[in-house]
T-cell receptor, first 111, second 107 residues
């Protein structure tokens, strides 16, 4: 299995632009997580999907952030409009049983 | 959420040395995972170990769930072991991460 796949791996954009991050979970995993990692706050859970349904979005920082999971093999995290404080590494993870497996992350820089 | 404390925060090792990293947590858990974040930022699963002992090559881990701690052992360290080691726990689905131990292995 290829593991969790994320794209793009790096994204540089200007403040105000829309950013879309993509994730393909491991086949057969029915839960998906989006995390954000910054130096100041460490790893934070943004949103959790189970069977494509958002279960917990309490970590989504504000309305500028939205996430979707239209099917079991694809999820997106969108930021619109982006701000410099959104700069971080965004990880997607999927779960088998209780064990979470992380993708390689997307390093986002908002100028 | 569950509080997770990792120690030491930083560790500098000479290649070939052994070391022990510790993770304390504040509540009972059904999941405990150790991760290695390499210098390229990738989070690599090391162990899923809510209790007991596991070994994988030069790495091993022990979790004593009743006393709410876990230990990660690195033996015969290599420069490729450098990076940040995270402990993460949960009793539902929301992983709580420790602040990590930054390990630097010098040749």
């Amino acid at each position: 299995d290829a593991g969790v796949i994320q794209s793009p791996r790096h994204e540089v954009t200007e403040m105000g632009q829309e950013v879309t991050l993509r994730c393909k979970p491991i086949s057969g995993h029915n839960s998906l997580f989006w995390y954000r990692q910054t130096m100041m706050r460490g790893l934070e859970l943004l949103i959790y999907f189970n069977n494509n349904v958002p279960i917990d979005d309490s970590g989504m920082p504000e309305d500028r952030f939205s996430a979707k999971m239209p099917n079991a093999s694809f999820s997106t995290l969108k930021i619109q409009p982006s701000e410099p404080r959104d700069s971080a590494v965004y990880f997607c993870a999927s779960i088998q049983g209780f064990e979470q497996f992380f993708g390689p992350g997307t390093r986002l820089t908002v100028l | 959420g569950i509080q997770v404390e990792q120690s030491p925060p930083d560790l500098i090792l000479q290649e070939g040395a052994n070391s022990t990293l510790r993770c304390n947590f504040s509540d009972s858990v059904n999941n405990l995972q150790w991760f290695h974040q390499n210098p390229w930022g990738q989070l690599i699963n090391l162990f899923y170990i809510p209790s007991g002992t596991k070994q994988n090559g030069r790495l091993s881990a022990t979790t004593v769930a009743t006393e709410r701690y876990s230990l990660l052992y690195i033996s015969s360290s290599q420069t490729t072991d450098s990076g940040v080691y995270f402990c993460a726990v949960t009793n539902d689905y929301k992983l709580s991460f420790g602040a990590g131990t930054t390990v630097t292995v010098r040749a």
